[in-house]
C-alpha cells in the first residue's frame, strides 16, 4: 500500500531513506514514535512497509486512553454510581475496560454516563442543569491540558460549582525519559509527536540528544512528514550526529506555545502518575491546584492515585513499550478485538492494538 503523495515526491524519500539505511546495514534501527496519530498514519498509509529491513518504527506510549490506568474508570465508574454525578468524557473512554467495570456496563446499569465532544459541551450541560454535579474525565497530554485549564478557570470565575474535573492528565516528556532509563528497552532515535510540540515547543527535546545520547525529529502527521523525520534521523546515525531536528515548522517553533504554557502551569501542578502498563512515573502528571479544590473530583470526593492493572494474558504494557508487536499477544484478534476489547489499546483508534487490527488483522491472524 502506498504513501499517499501530496507535494513531496515520496518515491525519492523512500530511495533516500534506503541509501542511508544501506551506510547501516551492519546494525538494525529502532525508532519510536510517541503519537497516537502516528500509529494510524504509519499503519493505514502502508509505511511500514516502505522502510528498510534493517529499520523498524515502532509504537510509545502515545495514545492518552491507552495509558489511563485501569482504576481510573473504575474511580469514574463509582462517581456515576454512588454519588448520583454526571460522567461526561470523550467517546474513546466509554468503552474501555476497568478493573471491574467499564462506563458503558456503568451506562447499561443506570448510571448518568455522557459523551461530549468538547469540553465546552460539559460546562453547558453544567450551567443549564445548577443541580447536578457534572463530572469530566480530564485525560490526554499537553495538547488537551490547556482547554482543561481554561474550563476550570471559567468555572471558577463564573461560579458554576456543579462543574467538576476528574483529572487523568499526562506530560509526554517524563515518560520518554523513563522509556530511556529502562534497561529493557532499545530505543536509537524518537519521531516526536507533532500535536503535543505545538504546545511544549521542539525545545523540550532536547534532553534526549544531550543527556541520552539519541536523535530526535518533530514530525507532521502524515506520511511524508513522517518519512522526512525518518530520512533526518537516519541522517544524523550517518553522520554521528546526535541532535533535535524539526520538520513540522509550519506549526511547531522551539519554544512552543507559551500562552498554553502559562495556563497549564496556573491551574495544574506536575505529579507523580500512574500509566497504565508502565506504573508510577514522576513528574509525570498533571494535578489540580488548591486554588481550584472546589472544582477538584479528587478532593472532592477523597479519591487516592489510580490502580494500574492489566487483565491476564493481555500485553498492553509490552506493546505501550515498544517491546512487542500488537500480534504478538495471544488475546489479539482472538479474545480481545474492537468489539470486544480485553485491554485499551485495542479500544482507542489511536491504540497501537486497533489499528494493527483494522489494517493488518488478516495476516496476523492466518
Same mark, same amino acid.
Given at each position: 500500500?502506498?504513501?499517499?503523495?501530496?507535494?513531496?515526491?515520496?518515491?525519492?524519500?523512500?530511495?533516500?531513506?534506503?541509501?542511508?539505511?544501506?551506510?547501516?546495514?551492519?546494525?538494525?534501527?529502532?525508532?519510536?514514535?510517541?503519537?497516537?496519530?502516528?500509529?494510524?498514519?504509519?499503519?493505514?498509509?502502508?509505511?511500514?512497509? /516502505? #522502510?528498510? =529491513?534493517?529499520?523498524?518504527? +515502532?509504537?510509545?506510549?502515545?495514545? *492518552?486512553?491507552? &495509558?489511563?490506568?485501569?482504576?481510573?474508570?473504575?474511580?469514574?465508574?463509582?462517581?456515576?454510581?454512588?454519588?448520583?454525578?454526571?460522567?461526561?468524557?470523550?467517546?474513546?473512554?466509554?468503552?474501555?475496560?476497568?478493573?471491574?467495570?467499564?462506563?458503558?456496563?456503568?451506562?447499561?446499569?443506570?448510571?448518568?454516563?455522557?459523551?461530549?465532544?468538547?469540553?465546552?459541551?460539559?460546562?453547558?450541560?453544567?450551567?443549564?442543569?445548577?443541580?447536578?454535579?457534572?463530572?469530566?474525565?480530564?485525560?490526554?497530554?499537553?495538547?488537551?491540558?490547556p482547554?482543561?485549564?481554561?474550563?476550570?478557570?471559567?468555572?471558577?470565575?463564573?461560579?458554576?460549582?456543579?462543574?467538576?474535573?476528574?483529572?487523568?492528565?499526562?506530560?509526554?516528556?517524563?515518560?520518554?525519559?523513563? /522509556? #530511556?532509563? =529502562?534497561?529493557?528497552?532499545? +530505543?536509537?532515535a524518537?519521531?516526536a *509527536?507533532?500535536? &503535543?510540540?505545538?504546545?511544549?515547543?521542539?525545545?523540550?527535546?532536547?534532553?534526549?540528544?544531550?543527556?541520552?545520547?539519541?536523535?530526535?525529529?518533530?514530525?507532521?502527521?502524515?506520511?511524508?512528514?513522517?518519512?522526512?523525520?525518518?530520512?533526518?534521523?537516519?541522517?544524523?546515525?550517518?553522520?554521528?550526529?546526535?541532535?533535535?531536528?524539526?520538520?513540522?515548522?509550519?506549526r511547531?517553533?522551539?519554544?512552543?506555545?507559551?500562552?498554553?504554557?502559562k495556563?497549564?502551569?496556573?491551574?495544574?501542578?506536575?505529579?507523580?502518575?500512574?500509566?497504565r502498563?508502565?506504573?508510577?512515573?514522576?513528574?509525570?502528571?498533571?494535578?489540580?491546584?488548591?486554588?481550584?479544590?472546589?472544582?477538584?473530583?479528587r478532593?472532592?470526593?477523597?479519591?487516592?492515585?489510580?490502580?494500574?492493572?492489566?487483565p491476564?494474558?493481555?500485553r498492553?504494557?509490552?506493546?505501550?513499550?515498544?517491546?512487542?508487536?500488537?500480534?504478538?499477544?495471544?488475546?489479539f484478534?482472538?479474545?480481545?478485538?474492537?468489539?470486544?476489547?480485553?485491554?485499551?489499546?485495542?479500544?482507542?483508534?489511536?491504540?497501537?492494538?486497533?489499528?494493527?487490527?483494522?489494517?493488518?488483522?488478516?495476516?496476523?491472524?492466518?
Amino acid at each position: 500500500m502506498p504513501v499517499k503523495s501530496s507535494k513531496i515526491d515520496t518515491k525519492n524519500l523512500v530511495k533516500l531513506l534506503n541509501q542511508l539505511c544501506e551506510r547501516l546495514a551492519d546494525r538494525p534501527i529502532k525508532v519510536m514514535e510517541v503519537c497516537g496519530t502516528h500509529t494510524v498514519t504509519a499503519h493505514s498509509t502502508g509505511l511500514h512497509s /516502505l #522502510l528498510p =529491513d534493517n529499520l523498524q518504527l +515502532i509504537s510509545g506510549p502515545g495514545c *492518552p486512553v491507552c &495509558v489511563t490506568p485501569a482504576g481510573f474508570i473504575d474511580q469514574a465508574a463509582r462517581l456515576a454510581l454512588e454519588h448520583d454525578v454526571q460522567v461526561m468524557t470523550y467517546g474513546d473512554m466509554v468503552r474501555v475496560p476497568g478493573i471491574k467495570t467499564s462506563l458503558e456496563d456503568v451506562r447499561r446499569q443506570g448510571g448518568k454516563v455522557s459523551v461530549v465532544y468538547s469540553i465546552n459541551d460539559a460546562i453547558a450541560v453544567a450551567q443549564q442543569e445548577p443541580n447536578q454535579k457534572i463530572v469530566f474525565l480530564g485525560i490526554g497530554f499537553e495538547t488537551t491540558a490547556p482547554a482543561t485549564a481554561f474550563a476550570l478557570q471559567r468555572a471558577q470565575n463564573e461560579g458554576i460549582k456543579n462543574f467538576i474535573v476528574l483529572c487523568a492528565h499526562k506530560r509526554i516528556i517524563p515518560a520518554m525519559e523513563a /522509556l #530511556l532509563n =529502562d534497561p529493557a528497552i532499545s +530505543i536509537d532515535a524518537f519521531l516526536a *509527536p507533532g500535536h &503535543v510540540s505545538v504546545i511544549i515547543g521542539a525545545g523540550a527535546y532536547d534532553f534526549i540528544a544531550t543527556q541520552h545520547r539519541r536523535p530526535c525529529v518533530v514530525a507532521g502527521f502524515d506520511g511524508e512528514q513522517m518519512l522526512m523525520g525518518l530520512v533526518q534521523i537516519l541522517t544524523q546515525l550517518v553522520a554521528g550526529q546526535v541532535k533535535v531536528e524539526n520538520v513540522y515548522r509550519s506549526r511547531v517553533t522551539e519554544q512552543g506555545n507559551r500562552q498554553a504554557q502559562k495556563i497549564i502551569d496556573e491551574v495544574f501542578t506536575p505529579s507523580m502518575s500512574i500509566w497504565r502498563g508502565l506504573g508510577a512515573i514522576e513528574q509525570s502528571g498533571l494535578n489540580i491546584r488548591p486554588a481550584f479544590a472546589d472544582l477538584d473530583a479528587r478532593n472532592i470526593f477523597d479519591l487516592g492515585p489510580p490502580e494500574d492493572f492489566e487483565p491476564s494474558g493481555c500485553r498492553c504494557a509490552e506493546v505501550l513499550k515498544g517491546l512487542i508487536q500488537p500480534s504478538e499477544c495471544k488475546l489479539f484478534a482472538q479474545q480481545c478485538t474492537p468489539s470486544a476489547p480485553v485491554g485499551a489499546c485495542m479500544v482507542s483508534r489511536e491504540g497501537s492494538c486497533s489499528a494493527y487490527y483494522k489494517y493488518h488483522k488478516a495476516g496476523a491472524a492466518s
